[in-house]
Structure formats: structure tokens, C-alpha cells
């Protein structure tokens, strides 16, 4: 016999099945679970970082298995990602408990119709050529209200060392902390920069920092 607790649990087995993760969370699960608990952490700064705001978009989205953990604390998320597979895998797995719009969309292209009052991108920078970073800047900004908030999060410089042979082959253009927040200066008013070690977020060395989150505010016209 179940414990009472868990006859719930059981209910929405039968009613919804199992949660299926995404193509790359899955991947991580099955590959390097430590770093599934890293990726869902991050998303977990970003939400309450922007709770409160009514519309979010985020660009680089992935298979977007995580954002559900934002959308607890913001009134709605859209998604875009260059790579349409992601975008697909999305369109199998999206729950009506957690809606949210997503399509393919490449952001160095143009900035998206619709304006947010923030923005989030993860894991994206650091696979943008330095020749076409301040593009990206660029169009996300624009894809912003005046009083808008963008958060940036990307594996720091330093922790390059001890990145692995296949990572160090998709990160092209990784920055130290300063570097990064006078280069979102050129974009927003406000810039705050933290650093961050496997989950936790802090304000601690940069150099030291493995991952590092930039959050501008308020956009430059």
C-alpha cells in the first residue's frame, strides 16, 4: 500500500504519464547528472531575477525543458532558438500545466516582432563569434521595453582551462567579468555582475567564478 502522500503522485502517472525530458536535459541526465542540477539552477536565478515580469523571451531556448521553473514567477515566456530540431522537440512535449510559445527564430538576423519586458539568454554568447556579439546585444535590446531587464549567463573565461575537449570546441568567445559588463554597459544603464560555482550564485571573485550572470537594466536608445 502507497503512502497517502504519494496517491496523488500516482493520479497524474495515469492521467498525464510521465514528464519526458528534453533532448538535451536528457542527454545530461544520462551523461553528467551533476550538470542537469546546475543548468535547472541557473534557471532558477533567472526567474527570481524577472518575477514579476509580465512577458519574457528567451533566445537560445534549447529544448526548453526549464522553463517552467520561470514561469512560476513571470505571467508568460516565448521561446526562440535558431536550430528547428529544438524547436520540434518542444512542440512534442509542451504541457498545458506550463504553456508557452516558442518558434525558431535567429536573433543575429533581426530582433523579434513582439517587445518583452525582459530577457534571458543562457548558455548562447559564448558560441557567438566576437565579430557578431554586439548584433546579438543589439537585437535582444530592441526586442525590448525602455525599462526592460536582460540577463546574461555564459561559462566565464577562466573555467576554460578546465572545460572539457568538446565544450572548448563550441565555446568561441568566452569573457572574464569586467569585459563583460562594459561591453553590456554599451547597451543598457544599469549593469550588475555575479558570479557563479556549480549552484550557487554569489558576488565572490570573478576570476574564480566558473559561470557568471550579467543582468542589465533599463535600455539604451
Same mark, same amino acid.
Given at each position: =500500500?502507497?503512502?497517502?502522500?504519494?496517491? &496523488?503522485?500516482?493520479?497524474?502517472?495515469?492521467?498525464?504519464?510521465?514528464?519526458?525530458?528534453? +533532448?538535451?536535459? !536528457?542527454?545530461?541526465?544520462?551523461?553528467?547528472?551533476?550538470?542537469?542540477?546546475? !543548468?535547472? !539552477?541557473?534557471?532558477? $536565478?533567472?526567474?527570481?531575477?524577472?518575477?514579476?515580469?509580465?512577458?519574457?523571451?528567451?533566445?537560445?531556448?534549447?529544448?526548453?525543458?526549464? +522553463?517552467?521553473?520561470?514561469?512560476?514567477?513571470? &505571467? !508568460?515566456?516565448?521561446?526562440?532558438?535558431?536550430?528547428?530540431?529544438? +524547436?520540434?522537440?518542444? /512542440?512534442?512535449?509542451?504541457?498545458?500545466?506550463?504553456? $508557452?510559445?516558442?518558434?525558431?527564430?535567429?536573433?543575429?538576423?533581426?530582433?523579434?516582432?513582439?517587445?518583452?519586458? #525582459? /530577457? *534571458?539568454?543562457?548558455?548562447?554568447?559564448?558560441?557567438?563569434?566576437?565579430?557578431?556579439?554586439?548584433?546579438?546585444?543589439?537585437?535582444? /535590446?530592441? @526586442?525590448?521595453?525602455?525599462?526592460?531587464?536582460? +540577463?546574461?549567463?555564459?561559462?566565464?573565461?577562466?573555467?576554460? /582551462? *578546465?572545460?572539457? @575537449?568538446l565544450s572548448k570546441q563550441?565555446?568561441?568567445?568566452?569573457?572574464? #567579468?569586467?569585459?563583460?559588463?562594459?561591453?553590456?554597459?554599451?547597451?543598457?544603464?544599469?549593469?550588475?555582475?555575479?558570479? =557563479?560555482?556549480?549552484?550557487?550564485?554569489?558576488?565572490?571573485?570573478?576570476?574564480?567564478?566558473?559561470?557568471? $550572470?550579467?543582468? #542589465?537594466?533599463?535600455?539604451?536608445?
Amino acid at each position: =500500500m502507497i503512502e497517502k502522500q504519494y496517491e &496523488g503522485h500516482l493520479e497524474l502517472k495515469r492521467k498525464k504519464g510521465l514528464t519526458r525530458l528534453g +533532448i538535451e536535459k !536528457s542527454a545530461s541526465w544520462q551523461l553528467d547528472p551533476r550538470h542537469l542540477a546546475f !543548468s535547472l !539552477s541557473r534557471y532558477k $536565478f533567472v526567474a527570481k531575477m524577472l518575477s514579476g515580469k509580465k512577458n519574457v523571451l528567451e533566445v537560445g531556448c534549447g529544448d526548453g525543458f526549464a +522553463i517552467p521553473i520561470v514561469l512560476q514567477e513571470v &505571467g !508568460s515566456v516565448h521561446a526562440v532558438d535558431i536550430d528547428p530540431v529544438f +524547436i520540434e522537440d518542444i /512542440a512534442e512535449r509542451v504541457e498545458d500545466t506550463w504553456p $508557452f510559445t516558442f518558434a525558431v527564430h535567429d536573433i543575429l538576423s533581426g530582433s523579434l516582432p513582439n517587445i518583452y519586458d #525582459g /530577457a *534571458y539568454f543562457l548558455d548562447v554568447f559564448e558560441h557567438i563569434p566576437m565579430s557578431h556579439e554586439r548584433i546579438l546585444l543589439k537585437n535582444i /535590446a530592441n @526586442s525590448l521595453i525602455s525599462t526592460g531587464v536582460c +540577463i546574461l549567463g555564459t561559462p566565464s573565461l577562466e573555467s576554460q /582551462a *578546465y572545460a572539457s @575537449s568538446l565544450s572548448k570546441q563550441g565555446h568561441i568567445n568566452c569573457k572574464s #567579468g569586467p569585459d563583460l559588463k562594459k561591453l553590456m554597459l554599451d547597451y543598457f544603464d544599469n549593469v550588475f555582475l555575479f558570479s =557563479m560555482n556549480d549552484e550557487i550564485v554569489h558576488t565572490g571573485y570573478y576570476v574564480m567564478a566558473h559561470y557568471l $550572470f550579467v543582468i #542589465g537594466c533599463g535600455v539604451k536608445r
